[in-house]
């Protein structure tokens, strides 16, 4: 059976992966994917934290309230001094229970 | 001339790929992405797998009735015994007939 | 304050990846997200261009005014010419100020 949920992408730099997943994990992610990202430019101009290694890409399915207060910290928190883009997608999932606590 | 059609995304276990890359074509896609996936966590846990290479992602779009039944089959056959997540987006593309079969 | 706006995806071979990029910021894109992509089979058979490097994605957060003007330029410029699909997907975003110019 299908399911609308929503899909959080939060790019960030790599020096805030534990805290991401901690933060994913607070909101009720059962999960999340990992990729690295290859390049880019933001409003922040060139990244100045190139030893931190490459900027990554979480994404994660949650129900549509968990992931509008993922979005909301990850902007209050990150947003002022960090190269982070944050968005939500909806889509549909097969089998969607499992992805709400 | 643009169309709506629908973003199938499939991140799974690099052992199924051809399986999914035949269940895809089979249900019309004219085409695919394929991208390694470095990392993650799911709700079956640490993969096990980790000696048939990475996690893989495909993404193709295709006509909403063909997205579901791709999503359909990808549950049916695969959710019980591997880690794969599926979703389904919806998306507006250029030149959308050459999706479509 | 959450704001609704399109992500533009351009998946293009490598040898795009200067005008793909003219093209975004000439649009008033303020940034993008670049990832190489590992493979795939589109509806114009196997590449031809392997030495070019690896098939490029990007990823743009837009107006959607601006968005659907990148997708029409990217389809009248290289879809006859070129392998490259590319997609508007509507997205919520935090802080969307600063993806309008």
Do not use: C
Request: proline share 4%.
């Amino acid at each position: 059976m299908r399911k609308q949920l929503t899909l959080v992408t939060v790019i960030t730099e790599g020096l805030l992966r534990e805290q991401v997943i901690e933060l994913l994990k607070r909101h009720g992610a059962s999960g999340f994917t990992l990729t690295k990202v290859d390049g880019g430019e933001g409003s922040r101009g060139v990244r100045a934290r190139d030893w931190e290694g490459p900027n990554l890409r979480f994404e994660s399915i949650m129900a549509p309230a968990a992931a509008e207060a993922v979005l909301d910290e990850v902007g209050e928190r990150f947003f002022e001094n960090y190269a982070v883009v944050a968005w939500l997608s909806p889509v549909s999932v097969a089998r969607g229970e499992k992805f709400v606590p």
